[in-house]
């Protein structure tokens, strides 16, 4: 057998070099920066702009689609094959421009955001993720068959990397509560010094929350995760904070979790809880 595969893959991650073994996988680095990385329209704010910029040393193109994902209980990211009861997608009413983008080193360029409510629009939020990939470098030479064993498969595949950011479009009047469970906050131990406090956070309601934690031992704080979202239409999400060396944690501290939303200054949620 004697077979030579090339084939390009699409990731939606961020990252520069990756390099994986069996078969050898080459990801072709995104060298993008994106500002915002998170886009909320209204009823009474139905624009917005991404501003976008090359940060290799290479001449890029960067194409931008609008994709549908779905977040898992752990905050990961999946495509969306078949929409699941409750899901509203913003695809079908966010208009976009360019599409398709060539940047110079350095170079920038602002993607504008249009948010088009039809008349019969249901209320509700509606999320789709705007997608930047930079299509893979073409092959310019195959595998040498001099040394090569010909029952061995071989397998290059150059992975283009996507780096996408969720587009919110809110219509109506929307409502949401938020709670951290008491009963499910557990430290635990990730490598042999690093701890993590873990608990499960609740959302009711119309909206989506995205905000940041802050884990209070008395009047110190003693860890912090930030940019924590719960998307609709889920209900929980497991959160995960890291815990400062600096800041150990044992059994009986008594500890204040607080959730406040990005821009707010009251907290949505807040429990205490003494560790068990």
Known sequence: MNLFLA????????????????????????????YPTRVVMTDRQRTAQVDIVNTSQLQATYKIS??????????????????????????ELVR???????????????????????????????????LFTKPPP??????????RDPNVITMNIVANIGISIPVIARHGELQVKAAIDPASVRIG???EKRQVLSFTMWRTGTRSIYGDVAVY???????????????????????????????SLKRGD???LVFTERNEKMPLAETTVVLP
């Open 254 to 256: 008594p500890l204040r």
């Open 189 to 191: 131990q990730v490598g």
């Open 66 to 91: 609008l994709v549908r994902k779905r977040m898992t209980e752990n905050g990961e990211f999946k495509d969306v094959t078949a929409p699941e009861p409750g899901e509203r997608f913003a695809d």
């Open 217 to 247: 031992r008395g009047k110190e704080k003693v860890a912090e995760g930030n940019g924590f979202a719960i998307y609709t239409p889920n209900k929980l999400r497991k959160v995960g904070v890291p815990v400062p060396e600096t800041s």
């Open 138 to 147: 073409a092959i310019t030479s195959m595998p040498e068959k001099e040394g």
């Open 7 to 34: 084939k390009a893959v699409t990731f939606a991650v961020s990252a520069t070099s990756v390099i994986f073994a069996t078969p050898t996988i080459t990801v072709v680095a995104a060298d993008l920066m994106v």
């Open 96 to 130: 976009y421009s360019p599409r398709q983008v060539t940047l110079m080193p350095g170079a920038g360029q602002t993607i504008r955001i249009m948010f088009k409510v039809p008349p019969d629009l249901e209320q509700g939020e509606y999320r789709s993720h705007l």
